[in-house]
C-alpha cells in the first residue's frame, strides 16, 4: 500500500522503521522429524519459537531408525533430531546432512519401569535378578536390531551380565513410546525406556536408574536435512541451542549438552 507522503513527514524515518519491524513477518512452517522421546518437550520448544516468530514447526515422531530411513528416500524434513549417534552418521554418510550443522544437543538417563500398580525397587547392579523383576512377565523396550533405546538397553543388560536372561523374553517395540505401552497397559512386567518417558507416564513407576557406564552416552544429535535448508530452518536450529528451548528442555528432565551459559547449573 502506497503511504501520502504527508503522513511520512508527519511520521518521520524512525517511526516508520518502527512500525515496519511490527509489522507480522509472513509465517514459514518447518518440517522437523525427531524422535519420539522428543515428543512433548520439542512441542512446547516449537510453541515457545513460534510466539517469539510467528513460524509453525510440523513434526513428526517416530523411532530415529524409521525417520531416518524416510528422510534417505526424500522426505521433506528439513531438521532431524536422532535419539542416537548412529543414526545421525548414518544420513552423513550419504551426504543427507547439510555440512557443519550437526550439533550434539541433549542427553538423557535410562531406567527400568515397571506398572505402578505392581511398583518395584531394584538395584541395578551387575547381575542382578531379572527373572524375579520379570516373574512369568515379559520385558519391553525398542528393538535393538534398530531402535535406539533397544540399543542401549541391550548394552546395559550386557554390560550387567543378564542380556542372556533378557534376550528370550523381550518385546521388542518399533519405538520407546511403543515399549512404554506395553508397560502401562501391564502386558510387560518390566520395560527398559528413557527417564523422560517415564516421567510423563504416570502408570509406569521408575525402579531403577541404569549405571550410566554401564552403556554408551545417550546423546541426542541435531543437524539440518540436505535440499531442505532454508533462513527458517536454520533460525529454528539455532532457536533449539538457546537459553529459551534450554529450559523447556530441561523442565522435562533432559541433559542439555549445547547449553547456553546464562543456563549453565
Not at 511520521?11 to 511490527?22: I, K, N, R
Amino acid at each position: 500500500m502506497r503511504v501520502p507522503s504527508s503522513l511520512l513527514r508527519r511520521l518521520g524515518l524512525p517511526a516508520l522503521l518502527a512500525c515496519a519491524l511490527a509489522a507480522p513477518a509472513h509465517a514459514v512452517e518447518v518440517t522437523v522429524y525427531a524422535a519420539a522421546s522428543l515428543s512433548q518437550a520439542l512441542q512446547e520448544a516449537a510453541q515457545a519459537w513460534k510466539a517469539r516468530t510467528g513460524h509453525v514447526v510440523r513434526a513428526s515422531f517416530a523411532a530415529s531408525s524409521t525417520l531416518a530411513r524416510q528422510i534417505e528416500n526424500g522426505a521433506p524434513a528439513a531438521l532431524f533430531l536422532s535419539a542416537d549417534e548412529a543414526w545421525m552418521d548414518y544420513l552423513a554418510q550419504r551426504g543427507r546432512l547439510v555440512p557443519g550443522s550437526r550439533v550434539d544437543l541433549l542427553g538423557n538417563r535410562l531406567v527400568l519401569v515397571t506398572p505402578a500398580d505392581r511398583p518395584q525397587e531394584v538395584r541395578l547392579a551387575p547381575g542382578f535378578d531379572l527373572a524375579a523383576v520379570l516373574g512369568k512377565g515379559r520385558l519391553a523396550t525398542g528393538d535393538p536390531a534398530h531402535v535406539p533405546v533397544g540399543k542401549y538397553a541391550q548394552a546395559a543388560l550386557t554390560g550387567l551380565g543378564v542380556w542372556p536372561q533378557a534376550q528370550p523374553r523381550l518385546v521388542r517395540a518399533d519405538s520407546v513410546r511403543a515399549a512404554l505401552a506395553y508397560v502401562e497397559r501391564g502386558e510387560a512386567a518390566a520395560g527398559i525406556v528413557y527417564a523422560t518417558d517415564a516421567a510423563v507416564a504416570p502408570r509406569v513407576h521408575v525402579a531403577g536408574v541404569f549405571p550410566a557406564d554401564s552403556h554408551p552416552r545417550i546423546v541426542y544429535p541435531m543437524a539440518l536435512v540436505a535440499g531442505q535448508d532454508s533462513e527458517a530452518a536454520r533460525a529454528l536450529h539455532d532457536f533449539l541451542q538457546g537459553q529459551e528451548a534450554a529450559e523447556v528442555f530441561m523442565r522435562h528432565g533432559f541433559a542439555v549438552l549445547a547449553m547456553p551459559p546464562a543456563v549453565r547449573r
